[in-house]
């Protein structure tokens, strides 16, 4: 298949570099829109489809055949972001998948992480710093905005200062009112390793109670209220 105008295969870009075949997934039709419009503009650039929910977005993919998926992380009910770039990722020949969001809370950066994807940008990035990213996703980079980047990096510096990912859990359920006991059911462990992690928890965020410590972890974007 050629390109008639140009006289090259039609999956090939400038210079005959191959094309990045990206699949949007965006819950809102005015997003991707306005997406397919911006990556539209760079030669290099070939959007193959949509996806409007985790779950339609496995099922482009193994029809489409991408080589980058953007992934929104939240888009209501059913399969999320990180559980539909968890399972993308698991099918053969998969696709970079980097996460594009509103949301720079620790909990969903590091489940974005622990899912496997190649980088994690905010909406709020400029044009050009988007399209910069992807290219280098494609090559096999990560690629972080900066204020991600900034995040992690005050983990990795001071992770005894920082709730773990496991404490981060306890939070997001602190915040949706579960009890202790609640609480150990869901994470399958038992209701005294959940007080330890929470005494572990109050310690680092110099929290005496549940309350101050859910409004303490939204306060430092570690959660966000469910």
């Known amino acids: 298949m050629t390109d008639a105008g140009r006289g090259r295969p039609a999956w090939l870009g400038p210079a005959g570099k ?16 306005g997406l397919r ?15 409007s929910d985790g ?45 594009l969001t509103t949301y720079d809370t620790d909990a969903d950066i590091l489940r974005a992480v622990e ?12 044009p050009d710093e988007l ?19 900034t995040r992690l990096m005050r983990r990795f510096r001071s992770p005894q200062l920082e709730p773990s990912q496991r404490e981060i859990e306890i939070l997001e359920l602190l915040a949706a009112g579960r009890s202790n006991r ?10 005294a390793t959940v007080k330890t992690h929470l005494a572990h928890v109050y310690d680092k965020l110099a929290v005496d109670n549940r309350t101050a410590a859910v409004r303490v972890a939204v306060e430092r974007r570690l959660i966000r209220m469910p």
């Open 55 to 99: 779950a339609e977005a496995i099922r482009q993919v193994e029809r489409l055949a991408p080589t980058l998926v953007l992934m929104d992380l939240q888009m209501g009910s059913g399969v999320d972001g990180v559980e539909a770039t968890r399972r993308i990722l698991a099918l053969p020949a998969a696709p970079r998948v980097v996460v």
């Open 131 to 149: 399209f910069q990213a992807l290219r280098t996703a494609a090559t096999g980079e990560t690629v972080l905005s900066p204020q991600v980047a």
């Open 37 to 51: 419009a911006l990556l539209a503009a760079q030669a290099d650039f070939d959007v193959v489809g949509e996806a």
């Open 115 to 126: 899912a496997g994807a190649a980088g994690y940008l905010l909406k709020e990035a400029p």
């Open 182 to 191: 609640e609480i150990s059911r869901a994470l399958f462990i038992s209701e």
């Open 18 to 33: 191959p094309l990045l075949r990206i699949l949007l997934v965006d819950d809102h039709p005015v997003v991707r829109a």
